[in-house]
């Protein structure tokens, strides 16, 4: 492994001053408090600024104090600040916006959007304000969680997206290419340099249990970025330097993501000192009076005219939940509420929330509730369908893949999805199955990497 060549560069690190931006000169750890407020103030600070001078369009751009489309035009910036404002507990901002959104959203326009990007930004922050809008006070109808304005409008976008969903499917399962890209997003990179979107990894190892390689390597991670004050987008692991051209930090969140999951884990206090780091060195490199730019060049800090939608999304986020240990999200079960809805008794808001990939959290509870409406479920099976006819030519996939219904229960052993039990799985549904509401059950490590419930297994 790449990083394990981090270690004596820890040591090399270990010789530069450590604390810089400390709060107290007594080394004691960062005040929790002190950082809920400033982060905060953070997000207000580039939240207000993107709603006076760039909304409706996607982004802000920072540094001339006005916005621009990126990813198709859907005001992605408040879509994907949304969830963040009930985090921070803005109940009033997140209602207003959920009606802003309704009035000024459309998704049938002619513009090329990136089918990854808007997924997990648009889609999946649509989906996760959707599920949390009866904890924000808005007025739900009759069958939410199962509908609901929002809930369609996640549709619609997804709808216009699934064309060119299964035809990438098609060609990258084809090509190996989307096999190989998976290969290169899990880390295991030929080249002796890391790329900072990997530092999500130890978040990753701590879910499953593997603490302390966790821990190691969020620490080889962390003297990168007292190195920078920042984490740049790729780094050569030997020469303890930034890669050519590759020297920027676009406030990305994953070292953070690390930190939380981690300190939910160990309650280590290092992992505090991370996030309070991150607060200092952004404020100091990154803030201008618009909002908080890109750091285009870690070395010298010059600063890009952008202001990414994960900023707030996700870094926001992040750090947010890193200092508020008693967050909703953070429920471990022993509180939730139970709603009556045409389809049933739905136990919703008891923890286990699943973060996509933009950091748009989840309610796994509220999946397997609205599994009961399995019209809808019959359609995403008829994709799957289609796309195991495509495959059955191809036996080396068939080998390498194993498969699960999409919004199945992930626990329930022995459901193997095919056309050949394709039908005789739809027959069994009506059956109801025994799964106790509370549980919730976990997701084998791999699914992380699935595909429309398709998951695609590390063979090497
Ligand atoms: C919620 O957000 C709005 C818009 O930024 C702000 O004016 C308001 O003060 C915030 N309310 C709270 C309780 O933070
Ligand atoms: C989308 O991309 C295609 C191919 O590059 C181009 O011909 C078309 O004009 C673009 N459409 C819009 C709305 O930008
Ligand atoms: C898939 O491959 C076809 C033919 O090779 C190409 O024309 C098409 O643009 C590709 N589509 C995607 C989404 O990559
Ligand atoms: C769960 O959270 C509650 C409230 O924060 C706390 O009192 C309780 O001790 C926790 N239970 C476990 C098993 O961690």
Redesign the pocket.
Not at 82 to 98: A, H, K, P
Not at 154 to 173: C, D, F, G, S, V
């Given at each position: 492994m790449p990083f394990r060549l981090l270690i004596p560069l820890g040591l090399l690190c270990a010789l530069l001053p450590q604390h810089h931006g400390a709060p107290g000169p007594d080394g004691s750890a960062p005040d929790p408090a002190h950082y809920r407020e400033r982060v905060k103030a953070m997000f207000y600070h580039a939240y207000d600024s993107y709603l006076e001078n760039a909304f409706p369009f996607d982004e802000l751009r920072p540094l001339t104090c006005d916005g621009h489309d990126t990813w198709g035009s859907f005001s992605l910036t408040l879509i994907d600040a949304l969830d963040t404002l009930l985090i921070l507990g803005n109940v009033s901002e997140f209602q207003r916006v959920v009606e802003v959104l309704q009035d000024s959203v459309d998704f049938d326009i002619d513009v090329n959007a990136s089918?990854f990007e808007t997924n997990i930004r648009v889609v999946g922050g649509l989906l996760s304000a959707h599920l949390l809008s009866k904890k924000a006070g808005v007025e739900v109808e009759a069958g939410w969680p199962c509908s609901g304005p929002l809930l369609r409008m996640a549709e619609e976008a997804a709808r216009k997206l699934l064309p060119?969903y299964n035809?990438?499917i098609?060609?990258?399962t084809r090509f190996d290419d989307w096999y190989l890209w998976v290969q290169m997003y899990k880390g295991t990179v030929s080249m002796p340099v890391f790329q900072s979107l990997e530092a999500y990894w130890p978040g990753l190892q701590s879910l499953i249990g593997d603490i302390d390689n966790a821990m190691r390597t969020f620490l080889n991670y962390y003297t990168v970025w007292k190195q920078f004050g920042g984490l740049p987008e790729f780094y050569n692991i030997p020469q303890g330097y930034t890669v050519e051209k590759r020297e920027g930090y676009p406030l990305r969140p994953e070292l953070i993501e690390s930190a939380m999951y981690l300190y939910r884990a160990t309650g280590d206090p290092t992992l505090l000192e991370l996030g309070r780091d991150a607060v200092e060195s952004i404020e100091k490199i990154s803030k201008v009076e618009c909002g908080f730019a890109t750091i285009k060049d870690l070395r010298d800090h010059k600063l890009d005219n952008r202001m990414e939608s994960f900023f707030l999304a996700e870094t926001v986020k992040y750090l947010y939940l890193l200092f508020d240990p008693t967050n909703f999200i953070h429920n471990n079960g022993s509180t939730f509420d139970a709603v009556i809805t045409p389809y049933g008794e739905c136990i919703l808001g008891a923890g286990g929330y699943i973060f996509n990939t933009e950091a748009h959290p989840i309610d796994p509870a509220a999946l397997h509730c609205c599994q009961r409406l399995k019209e809808e479920q019959w359609e995403v099976e008829d994709l799957m369908r289609e796309f195991y006819s495509l495959k059955r030519s191809r036996s080396k996939f068939q080998k390498n893949t194993v498969s699960s219904g999409p919004w199945e229960p992930p626990a329930r052993p022995g459901t193997l999805f095919s056309p050949e039990n394709h039908d005789q799985a739809r027959e069994r549904k009506p059956a109801k199955q025994k799964v106790p509401l509370l549980s919730c059950p976990s997701q084998p490590f791999t699914s992380k990497l699935a595909l429309l419930g398709q998951v695609f297994l590390d063979s090497s």
């Amino acid at each position: 492994m790449p990083f394990r060549l981090l270690i004596p560069l820890g040591l090399l690190c270990a010789l530069l001053p450590q604390h810089h931006g400390a709060p107290g000169p007594d080394g004691s750890a960062p005040d929790p408090a002190h950082y809920r407020e400033r982060v905060k103030a953070m997000f207000y600070h580039a939240y207000d600024s993107y709603l006076e001078n760039a909304f409706p369009f996607d982004e802000l751009r920072p540094l001339t104090c006005d916005g621009h489309d990126t990813w198709g035009s859907f005001s992605l910036t408040l879509i994907d600040a949304l969830d963040t404002l009930l985090i921070l507990g803005n109940v009033s901002e997140f209602q207003r916006v959920v009606e802003v959104l309704q009035d000024s959203v459309d998704f049938d326009i002619d513009v090329n959007a990136s089918v990854f990007e808007t997924n997990i930004r648009v889609v999946g922050g649509l989906l996760s304000a959707h599920l949390l809008s009866k904890k924000a006070g808005v007025e739900v109808e009759a069958g939410w969680p199962c509908s609901g304005p929002l809930l369609r409008m996640a549709e619609e976008a997804a709808r216009k997206l699934l064309p060119e969903y299964n035809k990438a499917i098609r060609n990258y399962t084809r090509f190996d290419d989307w096999y190989l890209w998976v290969q290169m997003y899990k880390g295991t990179v030929s080249m002796p340099v890391f790329q900072s979107l990997e530092a999500y990894w130890p978040g990753l190892q701590s879910l499953i249990g593997d603490i302390d390689n966790a821990m190691r390597t969020f620490l080889n991670y962390y003297t990168v970025w007292k190195q920078f004050g920042g984490l740049p987008e790729f780094y050569n692991i030997p020469q303890g330097y930034t890669v050519e051209k590759r020297e920027g930090y676009p406030l990305r969140p994953e070292l953070i993501e690390s930190a939380m999951y981690l300190y939910r884990a160990t309650g280590d206090p290092t992992l505090l000192e991370l996030g309070r780091d991150a607060v200092e060195s952004i404020e100091k490199i990154s803030k201008v009076e618009c909002g908080f730019a890109t750091i285009k060049d870690l070395r010298d800090h010059k600063l890009d005219n952008r202001m990414e939608s994960f900023f707030l999304a996700e870094t926001v986020k992040y750090l947010y939940l890193l200092f508020d240990p008693t967050n909703f999200i953070h429920n471990n079960g022993s509180t939730f509420d139970a709603v009556i809805t045409p389809y049933g008794e739905c136990i919703l808001g008891a923890g286990g929330y699943i973060f996509n990939t933009e950091a748009h959290p989840i309610d796994p509870a509220a999946l397997h509730c609205c599994q009961r409406l399995k019209e809808e479920q019959w359609e995403v099976e008829d994709l799957m369908r289609e796309f195991y006819s495509l495959k059955r030519s191809r036996s080396k996939f068939q080998k390498n893949t194993v498969s699960s219904g999409p919004w199945e229960p992930p626990a329930r052993p022995g459901t193997l999805f095919s056309p050949e039990n394709h039908d005789q799985a739809r027959e069994r549904k009506p059956a109801k199955q025994k799964v106790p509401l509370l549980s919730c059950p976990s997701q084998p490590f791999t699914s992380k990497l699935a595909l429309l419930g398709q998951v695609f297994l590390d063979s090497s």
